[in-house]
């Protein structure tokens, strides 16, 4: 039996430090398939997700799941600790080693007190091992226990400082795009002024290499919502491929290099980004651009002289250019709960940057701030 509890918490050691290595220290996509931080998520964000589901406000929903990322983090955190915690415990159970101790003979419960004292590094004396093979042992606890806290310490600012980054370019573009952010106001926005637009492109190819560099490092930023429920990094992500791909069929004038290179890096992150999370391409279902969408996308264009092209080798190659990232951002907005954006906006949408706590503009910038109502999104 203590053979057997000895084997189980040197095992158990070896896979949380392992997993530590590879989520705080290694910078890459781990692809092991067997790995605590991915059974801990799948386990608690599928039924994290299902009580959203039950949530009827947007509002509420969204601020409910807003909680899993960080939550998350710290449930991951305290999962390691309680494990090596548990782990040299098991061990020096196992291995019998005399404490000192007013008792004759110590319980597991001492053991794992013991435990806890010397990873945390609190230093209490009440209880210590009278064994050098027990000294050893905590003294190499103890060291494990420092680092352990130091890494945490320097983990959770590079968190936020990836999270801070990310959410900059997608605040910004809500002027740009709208909110939420679509290729046709995108495009009617930038129509008159392709210099811009190259510039923005260019922004957002760093801004896609950043996000996938970041993000496969540490995929919990994937569970981070951003501040504004109709914002998300996956639907600007997701218009900006939709934008380039409009580019690189033909738009007169329009920076069709950039579109391909900013494509290209966008692309590789959502596709990078759906294998993380193990989620199948699956195209999404009613279609995003119909031809009847696509018939009005081109109308709604044309009416700020933006010219794309209109034939049959033009709509082939934009569906294949759809093919090849829509299935992965579909797939992974249904894992992470988040609605990718229409190609054309929804009727008439104000700007966030438009409201407030006590209504909203309803002219825009060069109209009168008339408050028209109450948003719900800062209210």
Known sequence: MRVLVAIVGVVLTFLVLLDAFEAIVLPRRVTRRFRLTRFFYRTFWKPWKAAARHIHSSKKRESFLSFFGPLSLLMLLSLWAISLVMSFAMLQWALGLRLNIPQEQASFGTYAYMSGVTLFTLGFGDVTPSEPLGRAMIVAEAGIGFGFLALIIGYLPVIYQSFSRREA??????????????????????????????????????????LMESHLSYPVLCFYRSQHNNQSWLTALTTILDASALLIVGIDGGPARQAQLTFAIARHAVVDLSQIFNTPPRAPVPDRLSPGELTRLRSLLSATDIKLRDDIAADQKLCELRKMYEPYANALADYLFVTIPTWIPPGETIDNWQTSAWGRISRGIAGSPVIESRDEEHS
Do not use: C, F, K, Y
């Open 169 to 210: 370019n997608i605040s910004l573009l809500d002027a740009r795009a709208g909110s939420p952010p679509s290729v046709a106001e995108l495009l009617r926005r930038h129509g008159q002024n392709m210099e811009e637009l190259r510039d923005l492109l260019r922004d957002w190819e760093r801004w896609s290499a950043d």
